[in-house]
């Protein structure tokens, strides 16, 4: 599997776009880049997924570099609720997840 | 909004006892996977279940744990002689068919073992 490296945390003012990095130079041609994210000891969160192209749904946008090597997940107007811990995943489609230590995002008033 | 539950919220149990963890996934998924993610730790994935049967299991599952359908609602974890390193928050998590991108995770059971 792919590995995926991540900034063990980031700070982010509320109300501004949170810009969260991941770094995937291993990554195949058949595997997905997905962003799930724990609050606080609460079960993992879907929130969104990619190929190669760029992807946009009501949480979140994923930008995926043209090589592919890299993603970054922006939360466009970021909330105090957003404070979470966020998981870059590379996994072939339908496979089960598997959780590196993520990025610690904490969004400050 | 359908979602997963699991019971108990908390289990508190004797090192060397049996544990039974429950989930009721969603009720039109067919995948469904128990992760546990040691306090201050990554979660980890345990296993997969499909069509009745395991599909992929981590080193973790060893033969301590096992997994059951039981009926068509719930979907356990088994530990048989628990051990004090079992501690930690058990999620179950399940999926349709298709799309197979979106895992719905439980709220977790926290296992304590003393």
């Known amino acids: 599997d792919a590995k995926t490296t991540q900034p063990p945390s980031m700070d982010c003012a509320e109300g501004r776009a949170a810009n969260l990095p991941c770094n995937h130079s291993?990554?195949?041609?058949?595997?997905?880049v997905y962003w799930y994210r724990q609050i606080h000891s609460q079960g993992p969160q879907y929130i969104i997924h990619g190929l190669k192209n760029n992807e946009t749904n009501e949480m979140a946008s994923l930008i995926i570099t043209e090589d592919r090597k890299s993603s970054t997940l922006i939360l466009p107007h970021a909330t105090l609720r957003d404070t979470a811990v966020y998981y870059c995943?590379?996994?072939?489609?339908?496979?089960?997840?598997?959780f590196g230590a993520g990025t610690r995002l904490t969004v400050k008033p | 909004e359908p979602e997963v539950t699991q019971t108990p919220s908390h289990q508190v149990t004797q090192m060397g006892q049996e544990v039974i963890l429950r989930c009721v996934p969603i009720s039109n998924h067919l995948y469904f996977y128990w992760y546990r993610q040691i306090l201050g730790q990554k979660v980890e994935f345990l296993v997969s279940f499909y069509n009745n049967e395991i599909s992929e299991k981590s080193e973790i599952f060893d033969d301590q744990f096992s997994v059951e359908r039981p009926d068509g609602s719930n979907f356990t974890l088994k530990i048989r002689s628990t051990k004090l390193e079992d501690s930690a928050m058990y999620f179950c998590?399940?999926?349709?068919?298709?799309?197979?991108?979106?895992?719905?995770f439980g709220p977790g059971t926290r296992l304590t073992v003393t």
């Open positions: 998590a399940s999926r349709r068919l298709s799309p197979v991108y979106e895992q719905y």
């Open positions: 995943i590379v996994r072939v489609e339908g496979g089960d997840m598997r």
């Open positions: 291993t990554i195949s041609g058949n595997e997905y």
